[in-house]
T-cell receptor, first 113, second 113 residues
Framework: DQQVKQNSPSLSVQEGRISILNCDYT??????FLWYKKYPAEGPTFLISISSIKDKNEDGRFTVFLNKSAKHLSLHIVPSQPGDSAVYFCAASPIQGAQKLVFGQGTRLTINP | DVKVTQSSRYLVKRTGEKVFLECVQDMDHENMFWYRQDPGLGLRLIYF???????EKGDIPEGYSVSREKKERFSLILESASTNQTSMYLC????????????FGSGTQLSVL
């Protein structure tokens, strides 16, 4: 049973436009959410996180939005750059600092020049 | 920079062989993790360890075991490799206080023939 779902396996966006990656979860106990980014032949790297006490967290060009009632979060990248082309994983945890993360399937983002 | 090193980038093994995947981290992290990444399934946790000689099962521990004799080293063992264990294996570590700061190795692509 996939508790964290990324329903779009891939997304293609033009350079300079906004990229929106979506993630849904089913477990209402999840309280802390993270996004990781993965380039080919490299391990995932932490990008941004948000706890359930917030509905938005921003870091430069990256913003994560959380809608707890809909059990939905999204990652916005503005403006998109070619170096953003990667696979993005959404992850969730019951509390901040918990030992285990549950990851989504990943979305491959391609930024076209 | 934190470095998580996985001993092999690619491995090809035969069904029934015993396989060792090695992982070393150089930042004195408490927690270490083994994930596998499969298309359409994302990252799934196999085992993790929060201290030397301690281990906890993740979501898919069947067919695997682990060893953590030293703080910096976490080994994943496939006692008798099977074709359904063909996958990308990712090792990660974290400080132990904030789980979001998972640092991943580059991964080992294991093919079991």
């Amino acid at each position: 049973d996939q508790q964290v779902k990324q329903n779009s396996p891939s997304l293609s966006v033009q350079e300079g436009r906004i990229s929106i990656l979506n993630c849904d979860y089913t477990n209402s106990m999840f309280d802390y959410f993270l996004w990781y980014k993965k380039y080919p032949a490299e391990g995932p790297t932490f990008l941004i996180s948000i706890s359930s006490i917030k509905d938005k967290n921003e870091d430069g060009r990256f913003t994560v939005f959380l809608n707890k009632s809909a059990k939905h979060l999204s990652l916005h990248i503005v403006p998109s750059q070619p170096g953003d082309s990667a696979v993005y994983f959404c992850a969730a945890s019951p509390i901040q600092g918990a030992q285990k993360l549950v990851f989504g399937q990943g979305t491959r983002l391609t930024i076209n020049p | 920079d934190v470095k998580v090193t996985q001993s092999s980038r690619y491995l090809v093994k035969r069904t029934g062989e015993k396989v060792f995947l090695e992982c070393v981290q150089d930042m004195d992290h408490e927690n270490m993790f083994w994930y596998r990444q499969d298309p359409g399934l994302g990252l799934r946790l196999i085992y993790f360890s929060y201290d030397v000689k301690m281990k906890e099962k993740g979501d898919i521990p069947e067919g695997y075991s682990v060893s953590r004799e030293k703080k910096e080293r976490f080994s994943l063992i496939l006692e008798s490799a099977s074709t359904n264990q063909t996958s990308m294996y990712l090792c990660a570590s974290s400080l132990g206080q904030n789980n979001e700061k998972l640092f991943f190795g580059s991964g080992t692509q294991l093919s079991v023939l």
